[in-house]
């Protein structure tokens, strides 16, 4: 059997996910070894994917915890808009986690839009649920103006300094 | 036929991922299977027993087969038989490679859009088909194919500028 894997990238690609993911059959990836092991575009191309994978697969959200507060920091920068991937892993960090005690980082947020601030009221009333806060760090003028604008900042409260902000939440409980 | 050292280093990533998915990428004698599996193709190519040169990577991928099974029995005559550990997923890349190069791969992350992002996501980490992706996100094939063309490409940059700048790499496996 004999496969032109340049004729059509998508198929070439489907192929280079089932190989690394060791869901070939013993024939194809051998058809496939053969192939790469001779082709320095292929090869390429694997490699090339794999470097994909990794960077659609590191966390949108990262999280920290300083004393018993949880941070959280978009690893890249965003915007928190309802086409965001990085809202739901957001919303799904302080539920799964079960945070009460939650400050967004929005640093590398440069805009948010009405579902964006949807979430971030959801996760507030679910820390103010759990008799915890949520507040927020370092918002940019741009996010800071919508912020103001909807009067959400009068109920999350924001801070311009971390140490500020986390000793805002009281003393660690016990 | 000959081949040059160039020609060698060329090779070695290529036999290297492929033994480590016959044995594991976590084997500590990747290295040696690796040099011996390249040692025999370059004297049976100074030997000129490659007479089909289109089939050179059938060629080598027996080589390696070979190799592999000959270290395989070795152990299990030397050694008692190994407790099965489940294979993780094939890795092309080592780890530490992969956090080294964590930084270029969340700039070629951030230049990324989002809609892009979801149907890379869609396709590589939900393992959707480009069918079911089309129907979900309206998009038509030629815009699937644009969208995952443009982030191959990349990404197989990020690799192609790592590996013309070696300096970069403390190791030699990438």
């Known amino acids: 059997m004999s496969t032109n894997f340049h004729e059509d990238p998508v198929y070439r690609e489907e192929f280079i996910i089932g190989y690394l993911r060791r869901r070939l059959s013993a024939d194809l990836a051998e058809q496939w070894e053969s192939h790469y092991l001779a082709c320095d575009d292929c090869f390429e191309e694997i490699r090339a994917t794999e470097l994909l994978i990794r960077g659609l697969g590191e966390p949108m959200v990262e999280r920290r915890r300083v004393n018993d507060v949880t941070v959280l920091r978009f690893a890249q920068s965003t915007q928190l808009l309802a086409s965001s991937l990085e809202l739901n892993e957001l919303s799904n960090v302080i539920r799964v986690q079960n945070d009460t005690k939650v400050l967004i980082d929005l640093s590398r947020v440069s805009r948010i839009d009405s579902t964006g601030l949807g979430v971030l009221m959801n996760c507030y009333c679910h820390a103010v649920k759990n008799a915890g806060a949520l507040k927020l760090l370092n918002a940019d003028a741009p996010v800071r103006r919508v912020l103001s604008v909807t009067k959400i900042d009068s109920v999350l409260q924001m801070f311009e300094d971390e140490a500020t902000a986390i000793a805002s939440f009281g003393l660690p409980q016990a | ?174």
Do not use: W
Request: proline share 5%.
């Open chain 2, 1 to 174: 036929m000959n081949f040059s050292g160039e020609d060698l280093e060329k090779l070695r990533p290529k036999v290297r991922l492929k033994v480590c998915y016959d044995v594991g990428f976590f084997c500590p004698d990747v290295d040696d299977i690796v040099q011996e599996a390249l040692m025999r193709f370059m004297v049976a190519a100074r030997d000129e027993k490659i007479h089909n040169q289109a089939a050179m990577g059938a060629f080598l991928n027996g080589i390696c087969r070979n190799v592999v099974s000959e270290y395989r029995r070795r152990n299990m005559r030397d050694e008692p038989m190994p407790e099965v550990v489940p294979e993780p997923p094939g890795k092309s890349i080592p780890e530490a490679e992969l956090f080294e190069l964590r930084d270029a791969i969340a700039q070629g992350m951030e230049q990324l859009s989002e809609r892009d992002r979801r149907v890379l996501r869609a396709f590589y980490l939900e393992e959707k088909s480009k069918d079911e992706i089309l129907k979900q996100t309206g998009m038509t094939d030629e815009n699937f194919r644009v969208v995952l063309c443009r982030a191959k490409e990349r990404f197989r940059a990020i690799y192609l500028e790592r590996t013309q700048h070696p300096g970069n790499s403390r190791h030699s496996g990438i």
